[in-house]
């Protein structure tokens, strides 16, 4: 489905700006089987942050905003509502959603509005997940999942990701562990990776807070979802942030 939606965009909207996610698919799969788990284990709900590169795939697939709604949006139809016109607001807009597990169980996604680029909406969205578990109440129940997704060069560059990181565990700023998903293809817009940074690789920030970090091949959907199973249930056992480094290329 990740991939029938890319093709679509592509070959319906030629040359337009689209930020696909060719190449890093399993991206999909991921999300899908953390929030399976998350779902089943009746957390109460997830907040996602994300940069452009994949949006509008995680938006249909699994927030479930309509084919409808983003296909307008691509034909450029004004919102009456919008106060400055459209811009390129498809890459900036949030969405609440509600995914369906396999054995019928719902939790409500949110994804957040991103009007920034790339980093900056990661420490918004554990906010946001504090929020939330500060309203539910329950100190040790860390029952609101928050994930975050990266751009390799982002992640290893930003240092808003060194400080978010390095709240993660403070007192007055836990959530309970955050799950960071890095899409690594290996190219930050123009930028290779000997350009970009001087590690090895790009998850070596996470380190500072003796983060796990799972390296997956982003060719191999089945491994990506062992993967994210094992990374949700080290932060459901731990409460601590875990990393999950996908591996792949960009079309």
């Not at 799969?29 to 709900?45: F, M, S, Y």
């Not at 249909?60 to 905003?65: E, S, Y």
């Not at 500060?134 to 982002?154: K, T, W």
Request: with cysteine; proline share 4%; glycine share 10%.
């Amino acid at each position: 489905a990740a991939e029938a939606f890319e093709k679509f965009l592509g070959t319906k909207w030629l040359g337009q700006k689209r930020f696909g996610l060719e190449g890093s698919e399993s991206l999909i799969p991921i999300l899908d089987a953390l929030l399976e788990a998350a779902a089943d284990d009746g957390l109460d709900g997830a907040v996602m942050g994300m940069a452009h590169r994949g949006r509008l795939n995680v938006l249909a697939n699994i927030v479930g905003k309509s084919y409808d709604q983003l296909f307008k949006e691509f034909e450029g139809t004004l919102d009456p509502d919008a106060v400055q016109g459209t811009g390129d607001v498809k890459y900036h807009l949030g969405q609440v959603g509600k995914f369906q597990s396999r054995k019928g169980n719902g939790i409500r996604v949110e994804l957040a509005a991103n009007p920034s680029h790339l980093e900056a909406v990661d420490p918004v969205v554990v906010g946001m997940a504090r929020a939330r578990q500060d309203q539910i109440n329950d100190p040790e129940a860390f029952s609101i999942l928050p994930i975050l997704m990266h751009g390799d060069a982002a992640f290893a560059g930003q240092g808003v990701v060194a400080e978010t990181l390095n709240m993660s565990d403070i007192k007055g700023y836990r959530v309970g562990g955050t799950i960071h998903v890095v899409i690594n293809n290996q190219i930050g817009f123009t930028t290779t990776p000997e350009a970009a940074r001087s590690g090895i690789y790009a998850t070596d920030a996470a380190k500072i807070v003796q983060a796990p970090i799972f390296h997956v091949n982003g060719d191999d959907p089945e491994a990506c979802v062992r993967v994210a199973r094992l990374a949700y249930a080290y932060r459901q056992r731990f409460h601590k942030d875990v990393v999950i480094d996908l591996v792949c290329y960009r079309r």
